[in-house]
Structure formats: C-alpha cells, structure tokens
C-alpha cells in the first residue's frame, strides 16, 4: 500500500469511528451534560434530549433571554438545546407577562417542555430547573455581614428561600424551582448562591 492510499484508509477510519461514537451516544446523557440547568418543565435529562428538536422556539419566547442554546460541538452531543446561566439571566417565571402559561413552554413544539400554567402551586409541582445552593464561606450573611439580596430576589420568598439571623438565607429543596433569581442577584463575586442541577432518580 502507498503513502497516499494508507492515508485515505486512516481518515475514512477516523471518521467511522468518531460517526460510531456520535450515533451510540444519542438519547444517552453524558456526565459532560448534567450540569446542565433546562428551561421549566423540562422532561428528564434522558428524555429531554431524545423529543428535543433544537428549534430554539423557547429561547426565542423566554421575554427575558434566560435561555441561549448549548454550542453545536459541547462534548455531551446536547448542542442546540437550551441552557440557562443565572448569572447573566434568571427565569423570572414569566411573571410581569401577559398570558396563563409560562412562554418557554407555551412555544415548545415537541412537548420536550410540558406545558405550566403561572399559578404557584403548578410551577412548584412541575418547574425543577435545579436547587440553589449556598457556600456559606462566601455568603456575607454567614460571615458578619447583613445582606439578604438573594432573599429580596426570589419570587417564592418564604417558602425556597427563608431568612435567619442577620439575614442569612435558608434553601427549602422542596419548594426551590431553580429560576436563579438568587444567583443573578447576588453582589458576591464569585457568587455565593448559584443553581446546581438535581440528581435525577
């Protein structure tokens, strides 16, 4: 075999086994993708990613741009589909817009987002973007400051998010949505409270 013919012969392989290794890999999360926070209700990460279509209908609804799709080459093969990043832009849970239904899910076309009504009982049972989570080293209510930013923030104040002394905020896992509202909110750099994803079961 010549130089030139080998060559051809190595790349066509390279590509079969990189084409192999996409096509396994679909319908299946990968550790790269499960820190990714999704738009309200989302299906299961697994499920999320197999009836997505990466239309982008969400991100384009969202009124305040929470969401920006996953670069088209993310190692987790999940590129095109929506992400959020509280610290740029929280989910605001459509709450100054007109309409029943939260917009994300309103425009969603597949049904990789189920629809949720802006009634609070209904996004608390059916909105789990992730959980707030608190380095107290950082939180400057747990080290001799009064802040209570994150608190003020949240639109489910009360019940995710509760104040103890000198404002140190308290998470409730079960009431918290994940919106990030506390995360964009924070005036700790780095941030002390930011939005990690739930294990799924």
Known sequence: M?????????????????????FSGLGRSSPDSDGLLRPPG???????????????RCVDACPN???IPVSLNH???????????????????CMSEEGDYLKCTEACPSGALQLVKKET???KEKVHIGIADIDFDLCYSYNNWSCGACFRACPLAGEALTLGNWERPIVNPEACVGCGCCERSCIRYPHAIRVKKEPQA
Do not use: W, Y
């Open 2 to 22: 010549d130089r030139r013919n080998f060559f051809k012969q190595a790349a066509a392989l390279g590509v079969s086994i990189s084409g192999c290794a996409l």
């Open 42 to 56: 989302a299906l299961d990460e697994n499920e999320f990613q197999a009836t997505c279509i990466r239309c982008m």
């Open 65 to 67: 741009h929470a969401l």
């Open 75 to 93: 190692s987790s093969g999940t590129g095109g589909t929506p992400n959020m990043k509280p610290r740029s832009s929280a989910c605001m849970l």
């Open 121 to 123: 009982e209904e996004i």
